[in-house]
């Protein structure tokens, strides 16, 4: 059964105050009739139970026994029975003989008339009571044997009208109703502070409107392609939508749960519980590059939380540190070419000035150094790629005033593809570069270490190091872009924890011999097949 389309097009918390007020109406009048039934109930009973006591009381009464044995009973009962009726404040007390013939009645009129009602078996010793229409009008009565020797020598009754009954009845429904009206009134001030709390709480919104909204929240959460969480003002989670929880292998319970509680990067929880808009900021979560974008949410001028939005770069971000050492790859070279431009007009310029032995032993005695470092670097590193970059950077170091020196041997062959061995050495070395660009000396060292199932590569520097909050903080899980000096290099540091994770290995900070800071990367080589 639909509702009257007035009442569906209201506001959810006017509907539920128009309820509540019917329902607590309802209650309250149920209530006082039911009462109201108690009581007429309970006052006819009252009723009957004093008029049989006020009958056996009389009954038992020696004076009675004793006027019944004279010879004008009336004489002396009359005036007691009245007295005894103000006093138990009943309607009438009437004794009879066994005739049914009275001897006492309020009205004078009717003593020595017959009693008019049944007598039930009060005759035989028992008490009768009965509802009966009398000379007085409808009453609630009693019959009780009077006995005198052990036997029934005559008869008393008792009753009250039910005039009188109903007077009293009429008080205690008054009571009944005036309480029932206060608790109404109670309820229909609860039902409004109630609905006042709805209608804040839903913003006055209809519950088609509400419907409405929901269903079209609920499309667009899980259609798009972007990772949404949101979180209320204590930071606890709201809401968040399948490709948030896919990005951030959320748990299933993950609403409700404080963000501080989900095992997410630091710099990811302190962007979510930023009061500042912040777009488009990198953060490493697990093995995946996030592009997380967050802004205060507001409602009414209010702050009600936050807002996050969170997109996989992963691919992208690794592709362009790719790029990034090919760039630094291209510079070395580019060093490495100007420098040999440089000898080749020296041995020019020799042979022009008519010195051909010394240009002979000039390119020489270079082509000889050149020759050595190739092979050193090609027997230690057996991955032409890999050997390229070292051969780059060690033209770079030279340039720049550094001394790259390289140890140990990377087998050929090695599970570990050549771009993830480009882009943890490229970056480790180039963060050395930047680290002795102030020292002296300046030195810098790559070494590998190999065995049957892990490749360990360290690169240490001459720099001033790291101190212990920095080297804490360096390598954590989500550092972000904008850290603060001396604690991080950008994307650098976090490609090679990503590259170390997708080999099942793991990235370590120690200090170098060199007198700075050490990276030891170590990866898990799969057996050859």
């Known amino acids: 059964m639909r509702r009257p389309r007035l009442l569906r097009d209201r506001p959810v918390a006017r509907q539920v105050l128009v309820l509540q007020v019917g329902t607590v109406l309802l209650l309250v009048v149920v209530g006082i009739a039911l009462a109201s039934y108690d009581a007429r109930r309970d006052s006819r009973s009252r009723a009957t139970q004093r008029a049989v006591a006020v009958a056996q009381t009389v009954a038992d009464s020696p004076a009675v026994r004793a006027a019944l044995r004279s010879a004008d009973p009336t004489a002396e009962l009359q005036p007691w029975a009245e007295e005894v009726r103000r006093d138990t404040d009943t309607d009438f007390v009437v004794v009879m003989g066994l005739d049914r013939t009275r001897f006492t009645h309020p009205d004078p009129a009717q003593i020595g008339r017959r009693f008019v009602g049944d007598l039930g078996n009060a005759p035989e010793g028992g008490v009768f009571t009965q509802q009966y229409t009398g000379t ?88 798009v392609r972007e990772g949404l969480l949101l979180l209320d003002g204590a930071g606890r989670v709201q809401l968040v939508n399948d490709e948030a929880r896919r990005l951030l292998a959320l748990p299933d319970d993950v609403v409700g749960r404080a963000v501080e509680d989900l095992g997410l990067a630091p710099g990811l929880v302190a962007a979510a519980r930023g009061r500042t808009a912040e777009s488009d900021d990198l953060y490493l979560a697990g093995e995946r590059m996030l592009v997380v974008s967050a ?64 240009a002979v032993e000039f390119a020489t005695s270079e082509l000889h150094l050149a020759q050595l470092l190739t092979d050193q670097v090609v027997g230690a590193v057996e991955d032409p790629v890999l050997a390229a970059l070292l051969l780059g950077k060690t033209a770079e170091g030279a340039e720049r005033g550094i001394d790259l020196a390289i140890a140990g041997t990377v087998p050929a062959g090695t599970s570990i593809p050549a771009r993830d061995l480009v882009t943890v050495v490229g970056n480790l070395v180039d963060n050395a570069f930047d680290a002795v660009a102030l020292a002296d000396p300046r030195r810098v060292a790559v070494a590998f270490e190999s065995d049957a199932g892990t490749l360990v590569v360290r690169v240490g520097d001459s720099g001033p190091g790291l101190d212990a909050e920095a080297a804490e903080r360096v390598l954590d899980r989500g550092w972000t872009t904008k850290a603060e000096a001396g604690a991080g290099r950008g994307l650098g540091l976090a490609l090679v924890v990503q590259v170390a994770r997708k080999h099942d290995g793991d990235v370590r900070i120690g200090r170098s011999e060199l007198g700075g800071a050490e990276f030891v990367v170590s990866l898990r080589v799969e057996p050859a097949p």
């Open 295 to 358: 802004a205060p949410a507001r409602w009414d001028g209010r702050d009600v939380g936050s807002v996050v939005t969170l997109r996989d770069h992963t691919e992208l971000r690794s592709v362009t540190g790719e790029l990034e050492v090919v760039r630094r790859l291209t510079e070395s070279l580019r060093s490495q070419n100007h420098e040999s431009a440089n000898r080749l007009h020296t041995v020019v310029s020799l042979i022009e000035m008519g010195r051909p032995e010394d």
């Open 136 to 223: 007085l009008g409808p009453s609630v009565r009693s019959v009780v044997p009077i006995q005198d020797g052990g036997r029934v020598v005559a008869l008393v009754s008792v009753g009250i009208t039910v005039s009188d009954i109903d007077r009293g009845l009429r008080r205690d429904v008054t009571i009944v109703v005036l309480c029932g009206l206060l608790v109404l009134l109670l309820g229909l001030v609860g039902a409004w502070l109630v609905g006042r709390r709805l209608h804040r709480v839903t913003h006055g919104l209809g519950e088609q409107e509400l419907a409405r909204m929901y269903e079209y929240y609920s499309a667009v959460l899980h259609s």
